[in-house]
């Protein structure tokens, strides 16, 4: 290594250090041995030595501190209670014995399980607190002109009676709603997702997926549907783990969206959609956006009709056989529906995942052993479901932010159509496609392409002069007779 790579890893390392803040050792480059050497901060260094700071979070594992973190608007809050000389409530959450812990100054969520540690909170300066109390308590959080400061009284108590056992803990706050997005401003509007719900329905591998995504990008309201547990089979596609088997996937997702937004707001209904149509009519009329993730056709055809009667927009995504590819459909207020896309016939093509509810809505009949049924059980991997989820995703950031002057605004010029197409292997449907070097003006497998959908004029959902059978089931048809738009 040449002294000057050996300068540039210095200063990236000093620059590294200056941004995890203070630091009480440098480290030294010694020539004869070729390695860095630890040394006390601020001792003398001979001139053009290779100095570099270590932090206590980076190189020096020594130099334990301990690291609180402490929410914004909690303290925000915290403060206001203070100053009318209230209790305030509060819990530790300990992270992996590391050191590491979170303080909430609040009241524990009741679905999350954690360790309560203290029954109550209090500062020094609130004057609430008598020495014997103040024996009671690990941490102690102090309200200072220049911010929070923690106090903490971790270590093996050998004299409680003094405050010699307390120690200052470094102290990172996480940040208030309006400042958590603030890495994706100039890409998403932010405040603009803030402000938007969004219905999930369906939390298997696509709508888990999703609906982490949109928190991540900010989504700000979720109504999340789905009746089923998170079973063994599903985890290899899901976002559930081993420690959600049984679980509700509403309860699931739920906990994953807080843990990226702790400021979303989430309704669940564990509910079958199809036995509980007026809700399902209800939700659509406050969403924003309408997600239909679900693996049926009778769902999806109830949920555009819903969408068709309220106005709103809906994206539909599915995979089909093995997941050898997959389709997005957008429906718009006035254009092509659910219905105008799929048409009469059966779908029979289209991915089963699970038997259970396979055989509930009929694609699997009642004659077909379990055996069977096992085997009719066609599943694709995670990795080719994913591009799905995620066009579906910048589909529905797209139209959310629709009007706007954002980043992606720019990808409303290539959302023109209504339905999106994908292929991930050169099998059964696309057996007969090209391989991607030099398939000149034929379509290829890992690519988008768009279609254009024409509105049926006697379409049984979106066509005013078509009057509805609310009786059965709407048979619909396979996609062979969509034309691919190359242009
Ligand atoms: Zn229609």
Redesign the pocket.
Known sequence: MTNEELNRMSEDVREEGINQGSSMKDLVFDPITGDFRQVPRGTHHGEGDVVTEMTNKGFAAEAATTIVYLREDELREAAELLAEKKHIPAFVEEVDEEGVYHIHLRTQASNVPMYLELPGFYTKESGLMSSSEMRAFRFCVLMTESGPEVWCRLKPFGNQKTDRNWEKADVFLIPSEENLFSRSKGILEVGILKGKRVMIVGLGSFGSQIAIELAKAGVGSFALMDFDRVELHNLSRHTATVHDLGRLKTNVIEEAILGKNPYAKVDKFPVNINENLKLLYDEVEKADLVICATDNNISRFNLSKALVEKGKTGIFGRAITRAEGGDVFRYRPGG??Y??LVGEGDLQEEEITDVASARRDGRIAAYVSPEDADAMVQVGLSSDIEPICNMMVKLSLVELSRGKESGISSLEDEFVYDYYMWANRRERHFANWKALPNAGGYPTILRWYGARIE??AD?P???ASYKLDEGGDIPVEGLDNIEIDLS
């Open positions: 092509p529906c219905c105008c509105k049926e379409c959902i979106c066509s």
